[in-house]
T-cell receptor, first 112, second 113 residues
Framework: AQSVTQLGSHVSVSEGALVLLRCNYS??????LFWYVQYPNQGLQLLLK??????LVKGINGFEAEFKKSETSFHLTKPSAHMSDAAEYFC??????????FGSGTQLTVLP | GAGVSQSPRYKVAKRGQDVALRCDPI?????LFWYQQALGQGPEFLTY????????KSGLPSDRFFAERPEGSVSTLKIQRTQQEDSAVYLC???????????FGPGTRLTVL
């Protein structure tokens, strides 16, 4: 069975500061890993995904994440936060079962 | 259409009523998923279709939940005799093929009074 843990249900950063959202996964097989963003009253939008190959994955809006098998982590980063980044972020994994297993989410607040 | 659409966007039901939630996937997408997102939580898998075949319904919480996709396109999630604990946002997602990126609709927010 797969599980995803997101450390920190709320993260606040100042505009222009580094964004770091943490995600650890548990899987018996090499998983596919995803980060989604959810704005209020909207569906989930894919930021980036890792399937195979390069462990540093670049996504939209300047976000990137690094797959670290030894640490079972897939943390999301962005060098400089923008006010428009304020949203809820979900890490997810999928394996042979194909459906996504989500973490509980991290609400990102960007302070002016 | 350009994306996954869901209707209604909001639904209020009295406890015990039946509800039907509709999902229109992206045209040509083979796979369709339903997820339930409780307040303050991440989405949880309910069921999965490949074309018209329901291949996995292991996430459906009770036999009051039923999903169908009779022609391999539009899907309906039906909840019978709704209970307060059914209050949640129900998300639909589709992908071109099994294992491809899932694209999500805006969800239906169900409130059971």
């Amino acid at each position: 069975a797969q599980s995803v843990t997101q450390l920190g249900s709320h993260v606040s950063v100042s505009e222009g500061a580094l964004v770091l959202l943490r995600c650890n996964y548990s899987s018996s097989v090499p998983p596919y890993l995803f980060w989604y963003v959810q704005y209020p009253n909207q569906g989930l939008q894919l930021l980036l995904k890792y399937t195979t190959g390069a462990t540093l994955v670049k996504g939209i809006n300047g976000f990137e994440a690094e797959f670290k098998k030894s640490e079972t982590s897939f943390h999301l980063t962005k060098p400089s936060a923008h006010m428009s980044d304020a949203a809820e972020y979900f890490c997810a994994s999928s394996g042979s079962a194909r459906q996504l297993t989500f973490g509980s989410g991290t609400q990102l607040t960007v302070l002016p | 259409g350009a994306g996954v659409s869901q209707s209604p966007r909001y639904k209020v039901a009295k406890r015990g009523q039946d509800v039907a939630l509709r999902c229109d996937p992206i045209s040509g997408h083979v796979s369709l998923f339903w997820y339930q997102q409780a307040l303050g939580q991440g989405p949880e898998f309910l069921t999965y279709f490949q074309n018209e075949a329901q291949l996995d319904k292991s996430g459906l919480p009770s036999d009051r939940f039923f999903a169908e996709r009779p022609e391999g396109s539009v899907s309906t999630l039906k909840i019978q005799r709704t209970q307060q604990e059914d209050s949640a946002v129900y998300l639909c997602a589709s992908s071109f093929q099994v294992g491809d990126t899932q694209y999500f609709g805006p969800g239906t927010r169900l409130t059971v009074l």
